[in-house]
């Protein structure tokens, strides 16, 4: 790994360490309390949606300033391209990255978000491939990556649904 390499790898890594939110909310929805908005992304707040992200990592991230930003767009793109532009004043950044998978066939939403009197719900869909579909034999990376009001993204949870698609 060359010097400038190794040097951004370090950088990014502590930039997703201090520029994430760790989510705080409870473990359990209920504990929560009484829901009191709920929001579903319009194609505006998609700022991403890939099948080959290059990110090889599974995570689920809040982001809250732009130095972790460019990390993490660059991450998922590589250095060649800048991230679109984010005021961190009125928004974060959502990410949801599925992990590295041998073949196609999967992909990862973030449907929707839903704000408690204690914390904040992000309702993250998985699908898989069931075992009778054909997938492309290729490494993909599925990530969706979502722009959000700042105040939606306060104590934030993700709660994962898998669904498993059959083919016929």
């Given at each position: 790994?060359?010097?400038?390499?190794?040097?951004?790898?370090?950088?990014?890594?502590?930039?997703?360490?201090l520029g994430?939110?760790?989510?705080?909310?409870?473990?359990?929805?209920?504990?929560?309390?009484?829901?009191?908005a709920a929001?579903?992304?319009?194609?505006?707040?998609?700022?991403?949606?890939?099948?080959?992200?290059?990110?090889?990592?599974?995570?689920?991230?809040?982001?809250?300033?732009?130095?972790?930003?460019?990390?993490?767009?660059?991450?998922?793109?590589?250095?060649?391209?800048?991230?679109?532009?984010?005021?961190?004043?009125?928004?974060?950044?959502?990410?949801?990255?599925?992990?590295?998978?041998?073949?196609?066939?999967?992909?990862?939403?973030?449907?929707?978000?839903?704000?408690?009197?204690?914390?904040?719900?992000?309702?993250?869909?998985?699908?898989?491939?069931?075992?009778?579909?054909?997938?492309?034999?290729?490494?993909?990376?599925?990530?969706?990556?979502?722009?959000?009001?700042?105040?939606?993204?306060?104590?934030?949870?993700?709660?994962?649904?898998?669904?498993?698609?059959?083919?016929?």
């Amino acid at each position: 790994m060359t010097r400038s390499l190794s040097a951004f790898v370090g950088v990014a890594t502590c930039a997703l360490v201090l520029g994430c939110e760790t989510p705080s909310a409870p473990k359990d929805i209920a504990a929560l309390g009484l829901r009191l908005a709920a929001w579903q992304p319009d194609s505006g707040a998609t700022l991403a949606h890939e099948y080959y992200s290059g990110d090889v990592g599974a995570q689920r991230t809040v982001v809250a300033n732009a130095f972790t930003w460019a990390a993490v767009w660059a991450q998922v793109y590589g250095d060649n391209s800048s991230p679109p532009a984010v005021d961190f004043g009125t928004d974060r950044v959502l990410v949801a990255a599925l992990g590295q998978h041998a073949t196609g066939g999967f992909d990862i939403r973030i449907d929707s978000i839903a704000q408690f009197e204690h914390g904040t719900v992000a309702y993250v869909t998985t699908v898989a491939p069931g075992s009778s579909c054909f997938t492309t034999a290729a490494l993909t990376q599925p990530v969706h990556i979502l722009r959000v009001p700042a105040d939606l993204a306060q104590d934030v949870m993700f709660e994962d649904q898998v669904v498993v698609h059959e083919c016929s």
